[in-house]
């Protein structure tokens, strides 16, 4: 999408001019000749970018900027500037102001400075989207997503959720399968029930008969108490199989009657006890196929396969990420008391980049840490600085030197030191270029340090 830009200057040639140059760059340009007639296309969904001639009849660049302010205070405003209002645009910048740009000025200067600006607003735009897009996926939560594949998922949850039949869901680990059967249980009139939930293969053969059985006193060496079962404990409720391939033999055979019969007899008892529950089974591999189904009973797979759910990975649903991550962001800044990190590029690059193995439970953690402020983010390269074809070699090499000593500074918010050390030239040569450049250093830095400009 083009971008639109705000073009205001009551000089009606330098108004054609420079919207000319914008419009070359692949901006759409709006020229206006007052500030008044700029602010009424302005609201917090404007989408684009602020440039502003300082002095101007009438309301002035630095009374636009304010008015701004009141509308959205995020949307980027540059201020182009003659010499005398240069200390007037260091100020503005100090109150909020993007950036400003002395007369005259090369052409690739202003392009740069609105190419950056546009970025900042759409990065701003998109964390609003997707926080409130996160805000009102609160009741599909955590299944949040807006690509076809989860609202089909979702639909079919519902459509499912207050019958009895079995489901066999699949999906990597980390996708989610446990959030699946959390929201059948809690959709379904069994919601009142208890939702009990059993990971297969994180128990030993000679425990999981009885965690999901029970067991009666003198079962087996050990059995002080009696034990209530886990298929027993959830009868009105959900019972949650996890892992389920990676269940014994033994049990299976067990655990198919239980299901056929809807009924259970606790070791050390021959004591039959009806059951009512409804089970929902997770596998990390396609049961479908034998080579991944191996010792797993064939039996027992297709009586669980009533209904089979299948979560796709985080890979395969790409667009969903940055909507998930400004979800997790947004409940662990409240639950560490931070304040939530805005969408930067480097953190959309990582996002988008990354092949998240472990699904929904790794982009979770990572969004935890990037609260926590210990996730470091690679730099993210800046666009190589556009140079127009006109002026000898050296005018050409010194506006790009100037345009990387103005990156430099902002990257540092305007540090001396560390610019210095970025740059790898000494204080005084540092100094030189600034005022051959007519950089003000002071531009880039909040905050006056003592420092010449």
């Not at 919601?191 to 965690?211: M, T």
């Amino acid at each position: 999408m083009t971008m639109p830009v705000l073009l205001v200057d009551d000089d009606r040639q330098l108004l054609h001019a420079t919207a000319q140059t914008l419009e070359l760059a692949g901006f759409d340009v709006t020229p206006f000749g007052a500030a008044t007639d700029a602010l009424a296309r302005i609201d917090r969904t404007f989408a684009g970018v602020v440039v502003s001639d300082i002095r101007m009849p009438g309301m002035d660049g630095l009374q636009m900027f304010e008015r701004i302010g009141g509308i959205d205070p995020e949307v980027p405003v540059i201020l182009v500037t003659g010499h005398g209002d240069i200390p007037t645009a260091v100020k503005a910048i100090q109150d909020g102001v993007y950036d400003f740009i002395a007369k005259p000025f090369p052409a690739e200067r202003l392009i740069q400075c609105v190419h950056r600006a546009a970025e900042k607003r759409g990065l701003v735009l998109e964390n609003r989207r997707l926080r409130e897009a996160a805000r009102q996926a609160e009741d599909d939560f955590p299944l949040i997503g807006q690509t076809p594949v989860m609202d089909r998922l979702r639909q079919t949850l519902r459509q499912i959720a207050d019958t009895d039949v079995d489901v066999l869901v699949t999906g990597e680990t980390g996708s989610g399968k446990e959030v699946v059967a959390r929201l059948l249980h809690g959709w379904s009139r069994r919601s009142k029930g208890s939702f009990v939930a059993l990971n297969c293969g994180a128990l030993p053969e000679q425990v999981i008969e009885s965690e999901l059985f029970g067991h009666e006193p003198g079962a087996f060496t050990g059995a002080q108490k009696k034990r209530i079962g886990r298929i027993e404990h959830s009868s009105d409720g959900t019972l949650f199989l996890d892992e389920l391939e990676s269940m014994p033999l033994s049990t299976q055979v067990q655990l198919l009657r239980v299901l056929e019969m809807r009924e259970v007899t606790p070791l050390g008892t021959n004591e039959v006890r009806p059951v009512d529950i409804r089970v929902v089974a997770a596998a990390k591999v396609d049961l479908a196929d034998p080579e991944q189904r191996k010792t797993f009973r064939e039996d027992l797979y297709y009586r669980l396969n009533v209904i089979s759910l299948s979560i796709p990975p985080l890979r395969e649903r790409r667009d969903d990420i940055p909507l998930l991550f400004s979800y997790f962001a947004e409940r662990a800044a409240q639950r560490f008391q931070r304040d939530v990190p805005a969408l930067s590029a480097g953190i959309l690059r990582h996002l988008a980049d990354h092949d998240w193995p472990g699904n929904v439970r790794e982009l979770a953690h990572f969004a935890e840490r990037t609260v926590l402020g210990v996730t470091p983010m690679p730099p993210v390269a800046s666009a190589p600085p556009v140079l127009d074809a006109g002026g000898t070699l050296p005018e050409r090499l010194e506006r790009l030197e100037a345009e990387i000593i103005r990156d430099t500074l902002s990257t540092h918010g305007g540090d001396v030191q560390e610019t210095i050390a970025a740059l790898g030239i000494p204080r005084k040569t540092f100094y030189d270029k600034l005022q051959r450049h007519g950089i003000v250093r002071r531009a880039f830095s909040g905050k006056a340090d003592g420092e010449n400009p």
